[in-house]
């Protein structure tokens, strides 16, 4: 199993122009999320899902869109980049009656200048 | 919304001593509560949790209790060695929605 993977690892964008951050996950978990992360300020939810088709904002959703059409993928599209989105980003995954919490993808650094 | 509170935001023990870090969280629902462990430059990794009908759990080096009524819980690590040197992260979730909290994470520091 790869787990979480995620793509790309680094990504420089021009304020304005819009992305894809790409997340797909081979344990059959159902539920997804996205995190973004700065210094000091820990982890903030942005968008999560419980299932394909099912998705809900979380802390920080503005300026993001996110869609679960299959099980293994959750994108997260950034709609037009701003200099605020300059973080990284994971994403998760994990499932119900797990004992081990969500498994986290290893990040993308992104910079928006 | 919900909300969790970590603190210290930055811990510095020496090499040998134990090292407490404590969360609160507001949403009274939550039910569950992983710690996390984030070396410089990976990805955050489960190091211990527990459930909301459990006091107490322990794993070797590592503890974590829990106060529902005061909504506290805390991660417990003795004897500590270089390598725990690194930011925890504590979260609260509920059951059926997995929408975790995160708090703002504690960096620790072991003194060799």
């Known amino acids: 199993n790869a787990g979480v993977t995620q793509t790309p690892k680094f990504q420089v964008l021009k304020t304005g122009q819009s992305m894809t951050l790409q997340c797909a996950q081979d344990?059959?978990?159902?539920?997804m999320s996205w995190y973004r992360q700065d210094p000091g300020m820990g982890l903030r939810l942005i968008h999560y899902s419980v299932g394909a088709g099912i998705t809900d904002q979380g802390e920080v959703p503005n300026g993001y869109n996110v869609s679960r059409s299959t099980t293994e993928d959750f994108p997260l599209r950034l709609l037009s980049a701003a200099p605020s989105q300059t973080s990284v980003y994971f994403c998760?995954?994990?499932?119900?009656?797990?004992?081990?919490?969500?498994?986290f993808g290893s990040g993308t650094r992104l910079t928006v200048v | 919304g919900e909300n969790v509170e970590q603190h210290p935001s930055t811990l510095s023990v020496q090499e040998g001593d134990s090292a407490v870090i404590k969360c609160t969280y507001s949403?009274?629902?939550?039910?569950?509560f992983p710690w996390y462990k984030q070396e410089l430059g990976k990805r955050p990794q489960l190091i211990i949790d527990?459930?909301?009908?459990?006091g107490e759990k322990k794993d070797q080096r590592i503890a974590v209790t829990l106060n529902k009524t005061a909504k506290h819980f805390s991660l417990h690590i003795t004897e500590t060695q270089p390598e725990d040197s690194a930011v925890y992260f504590c979260?609260?979730?509920?059951?059926?929605?997995?929408?975790?909290?995160f708090g703002t994470g504690t960096r620790l520091k072991v003194l060799a």
């Open positions: 979260a609260a979730t509920t059951s059926g929605t997995y929408k975790y909290i």
């Open positions: 998760a995954s994990s499932s119900p009656g797990t004992a081990y919490g969500y498994t």
């Open positions: 527990i459930r909301s009908n459990v």
């Open positions: 949403d009274s629902a939550s039910n569950y």
């Open positions: 344990m059959n978990h159902e539920y």
